[in-house]
């Protein structure tokens, strides 16, 4: 039987483009502060993070790579730029994609090839932020979740390429290139799991830590249009799916950078400061939840872990509906 002393806690990144840059902050945070991670979970720019650091636990050299990349010309020059409207404008990531199709240019580009962004450009940028190595040989445990679009799985990438599973996890549909793998067609994950939480606890989390960098539900469409009906949708399923799967988090630390336009990755500073000041101000609460759960959880398996073991499949890591 487990003892009381060897409780894990799995930290959770949450999707959200370049606000996830909080991410960062976050983790260097807790390092700081002497919390001892044991297995990360992420979603779209969520797994790109945390393989990133899952890879080599060096905090300071990942974010040195970030802003090394974020500031540089061939960066800069690429189509994820072309995405960034004024920060006046706060819809989501779903109304940015919905704008750009009502004016024609993600449609034009997308019948065209199958990715606004091309997949040689999104290489090069995954490139220089995540190690090529595999997820077997990361310093700690690592999942990347991506959707499946033939099967409707919501799939936790455990094995392989890391580079080739965060890309799944974050390829945005319409923007970024699917990836196929295992004989699936992999998108971001983000469209059904925005915040990780039920994977972290089927790796082995016995505790969950959860940082939540998505936009709040904004009403900005006047629904006279197909299009805005189908977007604002979306948006309303996504906000309560997520509300969902928050409340299973024993934590949830939520940077400050919800007025970050998601394809603002100029905004990096910003993010990453933010992601250390709300990841400081949780820690009372983290240690708190450490003490008593060491205790706890010899009684009775959380909610979220019993959960997971019920609806998530131990091998192939996927939802299931049984």
């Not at 949450?14 to 044991?38: F, N, P, S, T």
């Not at 998108?187 to 969950?208: E, Q, T």
């Not at 939520?254 to 910003?270: C, G, N, T």
């Not at 019993?306 to 091998?315: N, P, T």
Request: charged letters at 25%; a neutral charge.
């Amino acid at each position: 039987m487990r003892t009381p002393w060897s409780l894990k806690l799995g930290l959770v990144l949450g999707g959200g483009a370049a606000r996830g840059l909080a991410h960062v902050g976050v983790i260097r945070a807790l390092q700081r502060a002497g919390i001892h991670i044991h297995l990360v979970a992420g979603t779209s720019v969520g797994s790109i993070i945390g393989g990133a650091w899952a890879a080599t636990m060096d905090i300071d050299g990942l974010e040195r790579n970030l802003r090394a990349i974020l500031t540089s010309e061939e960066f800069r020059s690429n189509r994820l730029s072309f995405l960034k409207e004024s920060r006046q404008q706060r819809g989501g990531l779903l109304y940015s994609v919905g704008s750009l199709i009502r004016r024609g240019i993600a449609y034009s580009v997308s019948t065209m090839r199958q990715s606004f962004v091309s997949a040689e450009e999104f290489a090069g940028i995954l490139g220089g932020m995540v190690p090529d190595v595999r997820i077997e040989d990361c310093m700690i445990p690592f999942g990347a979740v991506a959707l499946d679009l033939e099967s409707g799985d919501v799939v936790v990438l455990r094995h392989g390429s890391l580079r080739k599973a965060v890309a799944a996890s974050s390829a945005i549909p319409g923007l970024l290139p699917p990836i196929r793998k295992d004989g699936r067609i992999l998108i971001d994950g983000g469209w059904a799991d925005k915040v990780p939480v039920l994977p972290a606890f089927r790796m082995g989390a016995d505790v969950v830590v959860a940082v939540d960098i998505s936009a709040d539900l904004d009403d900005t469409q006047d629904y006279r249009k197909g299009t805005d009906i189908l977007v604002r949708a979306n948006a309303i399923k996504d906000s309560v799916l997520t509300g969902f799967t928050r409340g299973l988090a024993d934590v949830i630390i939520e940077p400050e950078v919800k007025d970050i336009h998601w394809a603002d990755f100029d905004s990096h500073d910003i993010c990453i400061e933010a992601g250390d000041a709300a990841a400081t101000q949780a820690l009372p609460a983290i240690r708190e939840l450490l003490r008593q759960a060491r205790w706890r959880s010899m009684i009775r398996p959380r909610l979220g872990k019993r959960l997971a073991e019920r609806y998530l499949d131990s091998d192939s890591m996927h939802l299931t509906l049984d």
